[in-house]
């Protein structure tokens, strides 16, 4: 346990903090990536899962590229793109958003293809045109799956943004790869502490944000089983 | 495409030494979640601890793990039981969910039956439990199975030896067939052990083989193996 009490005194160091290599900017610069890839993921995937979801056309496109990615070697993918890209953000980038789009889809996708078709038949049979269908029947009610699929692509990108730093792409995981070259083990395990506590902050509040966007409706007129289970993949 | 016709060998090996890792903490997985996710399913209070741990512990990415491993167990930083270690946990934080759902699949009322025809909960989960959650169990194993064999190929970067080694020493010698030669090998194992699962199941539960699906249905299913 020695070794974990050298990372921890390595982490709370204030020579590692402030500075463009201190944990400080290394953490914003790990969420920062993150989160431009879920959201680029977010505006590719969504409409294509909903367009899916709502005419029932394409389904075996999602199973393909679900099970597709998950067998994809990320850090493969990673190399062969920094080589042909250069070293740098581009590369991760790319990768990163090749992985996090088939979970947002399939979240979407399976959101609307949960909803009870009863359901959609009554919003028909009470005048709704399709638009309101979509907007005002499957978004709400699919937005707990598709929640799920965006929690499973954070999950996915936090951890695969660690091996940015491979092909120079900075993020937490530069205290793991400086260290590996320095042979600085502390080093290395305090960078895979803050991005474990990291991965572990995201998961949470993505669960938490899951519950929560549960419509009022549904958790009023039933026990509250709506398919809340995230769509799993990992690669990294 | 003449790298790959010159290291066949070193292709070879580093196959070898990739399945080496994979396949244990694949069986062992499979073999300890059915247990855990029994447990799970069996008492209410226990399910929400252990399927909220498991969530958790498969939030963990992976690199960092390999590396807390190699402090908690004592090992050597390049030691390949630490990806092992790693493996066999994400297995089972993904194949618990599946047995604790495949588990509750299984009908009330037949659960019921056994029992009122007098199986003792030791054959009623031999009997009647394990066979009935089979498929739920099988799609778990395949998902378990297919990441795992992606996943061994992080630890190259901290100089583990498996397929994974053919992308950092493509990167390091600017050899793009070798990284591709990894990439497409990795996804063949894949598949190569997903279709082995599949031919294992069928002929471990023969009742599954009858046609029971139109295409729309086996989508559906498929997707929710996916969302496992």
Redesign the interface.
Known sequence: MN??AD?IAWIFDSAHWGGPNGIDSRIIEHIAISLLVVGIATVIAVPIGYLIGHTGKG??I??AL???V????????L??L???LGIGLQAPIIALVVLAVPSIL?GA??GF?AVDRRIIDAARAVGMTEMQIVFKVEIPLGLPLLM?GMRSAV?QV???A??AD??GGGGL?SF??LG?QTGD?SQ??A???V??VL??I??IIF?TLQRLVVPAGVTATQSPRV?T???????? | MNWITNNLELIGDRTLQHLAIALPPILLSFVLAIPLGWLANRFASTRGLVLTIAGLLYAIPSLPLFIALAAILGTAQRDPINVGVALTLYGLALMVRSAADGFSSVDSDVAQSATAMGFSTAGRFWKVDLPLAGPVLLAGLRVVAVSTISLTTVGAVLGIQSLGSLFTDGFARNIQAEIWAGIIITMGLALILDFVIVQLGRVVMPWTRVATTRAKKRDRTAVRAVLS
């Open positions: 070794l974990f990372a389904r075996g999602v199973v679900a099970g597709a998950r067998a994809l070697p990320t850090l493969g993918l190399i062969l920094a080589l042909n399939a996708y399976a293809d799920g999950l936090i951890a695969t660690t091996l491979y092909v995981g793991i790869f590996l083990y290395m395990l960078g895979s502490i991005v474990v991965a572990i995201f998961e669960s398919r289970r995230p769509v799993r993949s990992r690669t990294a």
